[in-house]
């Protein structure tokens, strides 16, 4: 989690006004962080982008909210560059998972 530079903490173990979110989604937890979890993420004005990366798939899916106030989904994978505008930061999808091992499906 990403807070605004210019927002007051009030306690270490509390982010007040977080301007990004990234979940790591794991099999238990993933319908929860697409739902509720964003739903309620959604009400916060501050939150400008909702972050989920995948762990058996080199994929991540970015929310941003627009101009508009309206979520837009961007996809990422493997060849492509993450762009976090938020804050301002970009990442090739294959430097963020460079010390990822995928179990391979045979079953195919």
Known sequence: MVALPDRLFMDAQIVQFPCLIIKVLSPSTE?????AKFERYRQFR????????????P???VSRRNNLDRWVLSE??????????S???????????????FETDNSI
């Open 46 to 57: 501050s939150v400008q982008e909702y972050v989920l990366v995948q762990v058996d798939r």
């Open 31 to 35: 319908a929860i962080d697409r739902g």
């Open 87 to 101: 804050i301002e930061v970009e990442i090739t999808i294959s430097n963020l998972y460079r010390q990822v091992q």
């Open 76 to 85: 990422y994978e493997l060849e492509d560059t993450l762009i976090l505008e």
């Open 59 to 61: 994929k991540v899916e």
